[in-house]
């Protein structure tokens, strides 16, 4: 038999039909929707006069746009109030589970599916929403999709997608102290680009990556899309299986040893080939810090902002420009720049390991003066967690502010905005223009950078003068 990969182990396995000379019929374990997303996808139905296919396939939760504080009351804005409400409605309609603002289960739509046991190896995957590809970190093939495909996903169960190419990115060796998985896919991004990942679909591997989390793995696949890639993906192990054994949604007894069985049989064949492949070395990690437009834009944070006169002259206008808009130039160094505020959150980095990791800096000390941090959990459950564990005691006795679950100041789509022209380390995916508010400047970093930037009140390494 011919070596496989991973991706094509369950890529072919979903694959319902053939399109000649076009793309596959591919058929869905799960969808994911969102308030954002969805509306207009049950609009087409509505129109076509078109059930959900398969309800118990899909699961709701709303996310991008709600608040993060009062949850508990009417929410102010009428767009945000309106998507809520359609996304209530359409789940009332079509009989779609709902982990509505205020349920035990409500969160950020990529933190509730692997805490829930929802997400699981082998899986194909979809949501309305690029950083679907989280999902990947169980050993599934997920990805984002467009309205008008979740819509397809709403009547059929299946998807027209052509099949991405194969890319292989190891990291082997041992991580220095204070390089978390954040600082890993920042590196990568910014060795390969933002367009080096185009057309493929990433299996991540290597010590490095065997060594980490869950929650981790979660954060390495989460911004795959970051580098242009279509997903990411990292083969399940004894890490996963145990992660995954016991929750909510999980299999249980026989169903649990069939699924086991069946899961320890996704892996890469030795041999397989990948039509692209990286290697890293662990050791040449160190913590991370972007300084431009894009994720791409990150360094070393000890290291000073390069000399874009290499540069083709294309890139070299574009790169000037970013500078421009971060008030930034080549040369400076990064250490020792103010900042305004930081943000710990989002799907990316809004975890419990996340909040851990905060807490155990910060404690006992409090954020600098000039610092407004926000902590947003990335779930109801991560926040009765963090209480639980004494988290939240000790990040607002360090002058944290609490927020409820929700996407909050990653994307700006709701109240949680940065102001014109401040600086905000952020352990969100995303750092474009305007992306966390109107004229916001964003430095995406690790959570342990960012608690230390919080109590310093400036860009500091983790590593040192603590």
Not at 112 to 121: D, K, R, S, V
Not at 404 to 416: R, V
Not at 430 to 452: D, H, I, K, M, Y
Request: glycine letters at 10%; hydrophobic letters at 35%; charged letters at 25%.
């Amino acid at each position: 038999m011919t070596p496989t990969t991973l991706f094509d182990k369950i890529w072919d396995a979903h694959v319902v039909h053939q399109v000649e000379r076009g793309p596959n019929v591919l058929y869905i374990d799960k969808h994911f929707i969102h308030e954002v997303t969805s509306p207009v996808a049950f609009l087409g139905l509505d129109k076509r006069n078109l059930k959900v296919s398969r309800p118990e396939k899909t699961i709701a939760t709303p996310d991008h746009n709600v608040p993060t504080i009062d949850q508990h009351l009417p929410i102010k804005d009428q767009l945000s109030r309106n998507q809520v409400d359609q996304l209530t409605k359409n789940c009332e309609k079509h009989n779609i589970q709902l982990c509505g603002l205020n349920h035990p289960w409500h969160g950020i739509v990529h933190v509730i599916g692997p805490e829930l046991g929802i997400t699981q190896p082998g899986m194909t995957i979809v949501c309305g929403d690029s950083h679907t590809s989280t999902h990947g970190a169980f050993g599934a093939v997920a990805f984002g999709i467009g309205t008008s495909e979740v819509e397809m996903v709403l009547a059929s169960q299946c998807i027209l997608q052509p099949k991405p190419k194969k890319m292989r990115i190891t990291v082997d060796g041992k991580l220095k102290k204070g390089v978390a998985s954040k600082d890993i896919i920042l590196y990568i991004i910014s060795k390969i680009g933002t367009a080096g990942g185009t057309g493929h679909f990433i299996e991540y591997a290597g010590s490095a990556i065997r060594e980490l989390s869950m929650e981790g793995r979660m954060t390495i696949c989460n911004m795959s899309i970051e580098s242009g890639a279509r997903g990411g993906l990292i083969a399940p192990d004894e890490t996963t299986f145990t992660y995954i054994e016991g929750r909510e949604m999980a299999p249980k007894g026989e169903m649990w040893d069939k699924k086991l069985a069946y899961w320890k049989t996704l892996k890469s064949d030795e041999g397989a080939v990948f039509d692209k492949e990286y290697t890293f070395d662990a050791s040449d990690i160190e913590p991370m810090i972007t300084f431009g437009t894009n994720p791409g834009m990150g360094l070393k944070i000890s290291q000073p902002i390069p000399d874009p006169q290499n540069l083709p002259p294309n890139s070299r206008q574009t790169f000037e420009k970013s500078l421009n808009y971060m008030g930034f130039k080549p040369g400076d160094k990064m250490i020792g720049k103010e900042v305004d505020y930081v943000f710990v959150g989002s799907c990316t980095n809004g975890r419990i390991e996340d909040l851990r990791e905060v807490a155990n800096f910060v404690k006992g000390k409090k954020k600098a003066d000039n610092i407004t941090a926000w902590i947003v959990p990335g779930s109801r459950q991560v926040e009765e967690q963090a209480r639980k564990e004494g988290i939240t005691n000790i990040l607002e006795g360090a002058g944290f502010q609490l927020r409820q679950p929700g996407c909050s100041a990653c994307l700006a789509m709701n109240d949680d905005k940065i102001p014109a022209g401040k600086y905000a380390v952020s352990t969100s995916n995303r750092n474009f223009e305007g992306r966390q508010g109107p004229g916001a400047r964003t430095l995406l970093a690790s959570p342990l950078v960012a608690a230390a930037v919080a109590i310093k009140g400036k860009i500091v390494d983790p590593r040192e003068n603590f």
